[in-house]
């Protein structure tokens, strides 16, 4: 009864703990009403950051629409690449670390074409190490960074459109 009664009273302590410290599970962005409608212009529309945004804007509350019309918002991606740098050389000039980085520019429109987002430049980039004697870990390793790039890129492209929601709150609600 008493190893119960401790089992109880930490799991209040825990809880109390948890819900004080201003952890909250993270809620889907929340985009404007004027972007209910989106259509994503993008040079490669079979790029994982296309089907990742098609994926994640109607979780958002946006339909995606597959071509330009007359009532859509417009999101133009203009850049969409990852490059590898050279951080540290080690001995015999052989490359020791890396930084994958990932450039997406993009901006938005309302149906008007006016500028609800001006271009926006989102650089990430995650730094890895490369051992020689583990030539395929490296490769694996930089597979599960790049997706890991991709993943955070979308959600930090819709928390720059749920700011818009911050920044202009009648534009919230239609």
Known sequence: MNLHRFASVMLAVLALSISGCGFHPRK???LPANMQRIHIQIADSTSPLAKSLARALPRSGAQVVDKDEPD???????ANNFFTDVLAVGGAARAVEYALRYHVEF???DAAGI????KQTIELTRTFTFDQSQALGV??????LTQELQK????????????????????AHP
């Open 28 to 30: 889907e962005a929340q």
């Open 152 to 171: 955070d890129m979308v959600q930090t492209i819709l928390r720059r459109l749920e700011a818009l929601t911050k920044a202009h709150p009648a534009a």
């Open 139 to 144: 490769s694996a390793e930089t597979d599960l």
């Open 115 to 118: 500028a609800l987002l001006p």
């Open 107 to 109: 901006e938005v429109t």
């Open 72 to 78: 859509a918002t417009q999101m133009k991606i203009t």
